[in-house]
């Protein structure tokens, strides 16, 4: 006898939140140490980011901060001495967690320590479309030209996609084989 379908439903509910929830990958910025002696231009290339994955940057926070800012702040690492022009958030706990939530957009971040920035203490992320279904769309506006949006390597990356997806074979066997039990 086949499961009824409103436990099926519950079933089909709890899978998509786990899978969700798995999907999202957490980064350490520069895979260390938030600090000038790393390069994040080359570090941002290595990753493909989606919307929902988790930025971490670690640091010492008397030695450095994370602002996020404008493009422009982004390039020209001035701040306007107050540390306010171009920022659109901050950061200096010195484990810092951010969650790039927006799709489709590129985040920029700068530390605002004197001559940091300058240093090479600044990362822009590029974030291609999340998981989450192709939330509202419709614009159909293309990628910046000129900017690679990491198309997912064919060798599955480092990206947490076979943990993910095991996970969730896992979960649908249990599942299955619990309503098996019960009917
Ligand atoms: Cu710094």
């Keep these: 006898m086949p499961p009824s379908p409103p436990l099926q439903l519950v079933a089909l509910l709890l899978l998509s939140l786990l899978l969700r929830s798995a999907t999202a990958a957490e980064y350490t910025v520069g895979d260390g ?3 000038t002696g ?9 990753h493909a980011f989606l919307a929902g994955d988790i930025l971490v940057f670690q640091y010492v926070r008397s030695q450095h901060n994370v602002l996020q800012v404008t493009e422009a702040t982004y390039r020209s ?15 200096d ?10 799709p489709n957009a590129t985040y920029w971040f700068i530390c605002d320590f004197p001559g940091h ?37 064919a060798g ?3 990206r947490s996609q ?3 997806w095991g996970l969730t074979l896992a979960v649908l066997l249990v599942v299955f084989h619990y309503c098996i039990i019960i009917f």
């Design 33 to 35: 140490p938030w600090d």
């Design 38 to 46: 790393t390069n994040y231009a080359t570090w941002s290339d290595k």
């Design 77 to 91: 690492c001035d701040t306007g001495g107050g540390g306010v022009a171009g920022v659109i958030k901050s950061y």
């Design 93 to 102: 706990t010195g484990y810092d967690r951010v969650q790039l939530t927006e």
């Design 117 to 153: 920035c300058l240093g090479g203490m600044r990362l822009a992320v590029k974030v291609a479309a999340g998981g989450g279904g192709g939330g509202g769309g419709g614009g159909g506006s293309p990628p910046p030209s000129g900017v690679p949006l990491h198309p997912p390597a």
């Design 156 to 158: 599955g990356a480092g």
């Design 162 to 164: 076979w943990p993910a």
